[in-house]
T-cell receptor, first 118, second 110 residues
Framework: DAGVIQSPRHEVTEMGQEVTLRCKPI?????LFWYRQTMMRGLELLIY????????DSGMPEDRFSAKMPNASFSTLKIQPSEPRDSAVYFC????????????????FGPGTRLTVL | KQEVTQIPAALSVPEGENLVLNCSFT??????LQWFRQDPGKGLTSLLL?????REQTSGRLNASLDKSSGRSTLYIAASQPGDSATYLC?????????FGAGTTVTVRA
């Protein structure tokens, strides 16, 4: 398996523009997570899905952020409008409770998207 | 809210020395604890996962222990090598969420 795939790897945009980050989880995984990493706040969970359904979006900072998972192999995180304080590395991760006997749930991370908002 | 602390924040050792990285968490009601490695500008690589019912987990030169009652985990890396230089993060799972520590940045000097 190719692992978790994210695109783009780098994104530079101007304040006020819409940004869309994409993620393809590991095939067969039923949980998908979006995280944000900054120097000040470290790694924070934004939202997670189970079987394509959003379960907990309490970490989404504002209404400017939205996430969708239209099918088991694709998810997007959208920021509209973007602001300089959104600059961070955004990670997608996936896991499955069915691996390794049922309750393992090890999370596997993608390479991240480095977002810079000018 | 689960708080995860990693001490020290940075560590520099000569090649060959054993590494000891510490992680503590405030709420012992966890499902598991996962150790990750992060290289500069890269994603996270899962190293070891310890279930809440386990006391330790081993993979090659890596050994992780878990004392859930005291809220502590330790990652041991035997006979360190320059290639072990990276940031090591621990994360505890509660519900289906992971709560991360800030990491320990390790430098192994040749």
């Amino acid at each position: 398996d190719a692992g978790v795939i994210q695109s783009p790897r780098h994104e530079v945009t101007e304040m006020g523009q819409e940004v869309t980050l994409r993620c393809k989880p590991i095939s067969g995984h039923d949980y998908l997570f979006w995280y944000r990493q900054t120097m000040m706040r470290g790694l924070e969970l934004l939202i997670y899905f189970n079987n394509n359904v959003p379960i907990d979006d309490s970490g989404m900072p504002e209404d400017r952020f939205s996430a969708k998972m239209p099918n088991a192999s694709f998810s997007t995180l959208k920021i509209q409008p973007s602001e300089p304080r959104d600059s961070a590395v955004y990670f997608c991760a996936s896991s499955s409770v069915r691996e390794r006997g049922g309750s393992y749930n090890e999370q596997f991370f993608g390479p991240g998207t480095r977002l810079t908002v000018l | 809210k689960q708080e995860v602390t990693q001490i020290p924040a940075a560590l520099s050792v000569p090649e060959g020395e054993n590494l000891v990285l510490n992680c503590s968490f405030t709420d012992s009601a966890i499902y598991n604890l996962q150790w990750f490695r992060q290289d500069p500008g890269k994603g996270l690589t899962s190293l070891l996962l310890i279930q809440s019912s386990q006391r330790e987990q081993t993979s090659g030169r890596l050994n992780a222990s878990l004392d859930k009652s005291s809220g502590r985990s330790t990652l041991y890396i035997a006979a360190s090598q320059p290639g072990d230089s990276a940031t090591y993060l621990c994360a505890v799972r509660y519900d289906y969420k992971l709560s991360f520590g800030a990491g320990t940045t390790v430098t192994v000097r040749a």
